[in-house]
């Protein structure tokens, strides 16, 4: 049931966020642009829905560290872009954002969840490459950097269940725990 609230929530964010805009087609750089702001907004929004501040205080120290990461290495690499605009190329921020709140799902609620937050991550990091903003490897280290930053610093948000699944090459496991 959460899970359809979620994706109820973000679709209502995706088509209100798209509906503001001026009557134009949107490139696939604008769309890209508007992702790397929902994404972490749905997060935010996810954890406020499912356990107040909490859950937000992570999301938003995990964010923050994430940004600074990326802005820091930003100013101290000093890569040109694909298309000569700056030499802010290395690492997507862009892309970095979208991810940051993908990986916050993923590691607070799992990955059913954050599958697509994960897809529109997935694409929001195309936008910037399709824009001749980044190369693939500052979209791939933006992507990383931001993962790794926030995998560490989430912990798993505590439900009165858990479904573990492992698999080796010839067997799956599944357990489900339960507190009554």
Sequence with gaps: MHNLKSLTALFVAIFF???????YSMSIADMGGLT???????AFGMSMNEEGWDGAAQFAQSFAA?????YGIKEGINA???????????PSGHTAMAFSGATFIHKRYGLERAIIPYALAGFTGYSRYHAGKHYVHDIAAGAL?????????????KTDYDVNVSAS???VYMGFKTIF
Excluded: C
């Design 145 to 157: 950097i931001s993962s790794v930053i926030t995998w560490n610093l989430i912990s798993r948000y």
């Design 169 to 171: 090459p010839d067997h």
């Design 66 to 70: 994430t940004s600074l990461a990326v």
């Design 17 to 23: 966020t798209v509906k503001t805009q001026p009557s």
């Design 80 to 90: 040109r872009r694909p298309d000569g605009g700056d030499e802010k190329s290395f």
């Design 36 to 42: 790397r702001i929902m994404i972490p907004v749905y």
